[in-house]
Nanobody
Framework: QVQLVESGGGLVQPGGSLRLSCAAS????????MGWYRQAPGKQRELVAT???????NYRDSVKGRFTISRDNAKNTVYLQMNSLRPEDTAVYYC?????????WGQGTQVTVSS
């Protein structure tokens, strides 16, 4: 059974930082490309960042230079370091494999950027 468990969200002021974690089980993590997604209220889920099994990364334009995706294969965990956070980054953040598997979505972790 595949489980992806996100954590690390919270309330932060604009300009602040958070580090999200996604612990994976039930997959061959070291061979899996992973992605972070987010969904803001009333909006569609969008892809934020991806990392291949070889640790090549890619980001949506709005987070380039502010967010960093990384992975620790020994811990079966993918991270998202988020710096210089903006109110428009407010969303529920999820991780999933790439390509996305609909059955793998977890509960997500809420990130709220507000003063």
């Amino acid at each position: 059974q595949v489980q992806l468990v996100e954590s690390g969200g919270g309330l932060v002021q604009p300009g602040g930082s958070l580090r999200l974690s996604c612990a994976a089980s039930g997959i061959i993590f070291s061979l899996s490309a992973m992605g972070w997604y987010r969904q803001a209220p009333g909006k569609q889920r969008e892809l934020v960042a991806t990392i291949t099994s070889s640790s090549f990364t890619n980001y949506r334009d709005s987070v380039k230079g502010r967010f960093t995706i990384s992975r620790d294969n020994a811990k079966n965990t993918v991270y998202l370091q988020m710096n210089s956070l903006r109110p428009e980054d407010t969303a529920v953040y999820y991780c999933n494999v790439i390509p996305t598997s609909p059955g793998y979505w977890g509960q997500g972790t809420q990130v709220t950027v507000s003063s």
